[in-house]
């Protein structure tokens, strides 16, 4: 079972900020709350952020109601001194660390395009020496594929 959990901002029209909380089914929660919450019919607008783990998106949470302020959260979370691993609760990144992280994760986008492109060109190629009469074990040898990867690039049952 995953950890993930999101944190949620909750703005009216203009943008103000009603309510923050997290959730692990975001659907569900605003669901709940469009039942629950008077102050439901004033929502417009939602953001949802996920975090690896349940007390990174706490700490994030209370970060939020801290320093945001919304209008319908009644209470700050309390927040452990330490996590469950005996570390000091995650904080947000300093900005450069932040523009660090933002360069790698744009890195890390064109990356996963570039093997994209890669899978394409090499699923082609596997045709084409499948089409120009090639067996199996040399197209998985030529390409540094296995078998079975062969096999599914051609939409071949394996056999």
């Known amino acids: ?14 943008s103000a900020l009603l309510y923050v909380g997290i959730t692990n089914r975001p659907h569900v929660r605003f669901g709940n709350h469009r039942i629950e919450k008077p102050w439901w019919p004033d929502v417009e ?3 949802v952020e ?3 783990t349940r007390a990174a998106a706490m700490h994030a949470e209370t970060i939020a109601i801290r320093h945001e ?3 319908w959260n009644k209470a700050v979370p309390a927040t452990d001194d330490k996590n469950a691993a005996g570390r000091a609760p995650w904080s947000p990144p300093t900005p450069e660390i932040a523009e660090r992280l ?3 994760k744009e890195r890390s986008d064109e990356l996963q395009h570039l093997r994209a492109e890669i899978k ?7 045709i084409m020496y499948y089409e120009a009469g090639a067996p199996i074990t040399i197209i ?5 594929l296995d078998r079975k990867t062969v096999y599914r690039f051609l939409g071949r049952p394996m056999s």
């Open 50 to 52: 996920w975090f690896e």
């Open 102 to 104: 933002e360069a790698l």
């Open 120 to 126: 394409a060109m090499t699923k082609a190629l596997a």
């Open 45 to 47: 607008h939602t953001e």
């Open 69 to 71: 302020h919304p209008k």
């Open 140 to 144: 998985a040898a030529e390409l540094g």
């Open 1 to 14: 079972m995953s950890d993930r959990t999101a944190l949620y901002r909750l703005r009216d029209g203009s």
